[in-house]
């Protein structure tokens, strides 16, 4: 099955700082879906974008797609302590009910 | 808002009982599904249902099965339970007609077989 591989595995930066993370995938997609994850608990769903889109925002969350590099990116600018969490990027492809997660990027950020 | 419920947030069994792992949603969604939860492994699908009494194979049913009787609840299985169960299994659920608004998940449940 197609599985979407963030970058880096963990990053760590200074309240106020952007935060980018990035996700590759393998295979055609509907769409990718970004999900965050506060330690010991379930995802919480974050944004999704189209496969037809390119950009898409949410509060200071920005997310970008490029298909004809099968990636993405989440920026989250203006970090506070409490975004300190996982942030997995998932896919789904044609005709599939099912979503495939990346393994994550852990994210610290240090008041 | 969309609630998922599971069961249990921490579980201790044994080597070779079996486990009911329960996962309820209350907005009538068709589709559910179960995934374990490993470091360094992330997310790995089990079993889904597209809906009621339906259920398909994901990427990790050995020593697994499911149940899904009435359509707010999904239950994960493990058959004889065994050390390398060990994990967090997150439950989720999706209405069709909400494709493009992700899966909603549960707590979680992390399940210690000893």
């Known amino acids: 099955s197609q599985q979407g591989e963030e970058d880096p595995q963990a990053l760590s930066i200074q309240e106020g700082e952007n935060a980018t993370m990035n996700c590759s995938y393998k295979?055609?997609?509907?769409?990718l879906q970004w999900y965050r994850q506060n330690s010991g608990r379930g995802l919480v769903h974050l944004i999704l974008?189209?496969?037809?889109?390119r950009e898409k925002h949410s509060g200071r969350l920005r997310v970008t797609l490029d298909t004809s590099k099968k990636s993405s990116s989440l920026l989250i600018t203006a970090s506070r302590a409490a975004d300190t969490a996982s942030y997995f990027c998932?896919?789904?492809?044609?005709?599939?009910?099912?979503?495939?997660f990346g393994k994550g990027t852990k994210l610290s950020v240090i008041p | 808002d969309v609630k998922v419920t599971q069961s249990s947030r921490y579980l201790v069994k044994r080597t070779g009982e079996k486990v009911f792992l329960e996962c309820v949603q209350d907005?009538?969604?068709?589709?559910m599904f179960w995934y374990r939860q490993d470091p360094g492994l992330g997310l790995r699908l089990i079993y889904f249902?597209?809906?009621?009494?339906?259920?398909e194979k994901g990427d990790i049913p050995e020593g697994y099965s499911v149940s899904r009787e009435k359509k707010e609840r999904f239950s994960l299985i493990l058959e004889s339970a065994s050390t390398n169960q060990t994990s967090m299994y997150l439950c989720?659920?999706?209405?069709?007609?909400?494709?493009?608004?992700?899966?909603?998940f549960g707590s979680g449940t992390r399940l210690t077989v000893v």
């Open positions: 974008i189209r496969s037809n889109e």
């Open positions: 295979t055609s997609i509907n769409n």
């Open positions: 907005m009538d969604h068709e589709n």
């Open positions: 249902s597209y809906d009621v009494k339906m259920k």
């Open positions: 998932a896919t789904d492809g044609a005709g599939s009910y099912q979503l495939t």
């Open positions: 989720a659920s999706r209405g069709v007609r909400e494709a493009n608004y992700g899966y909603t």
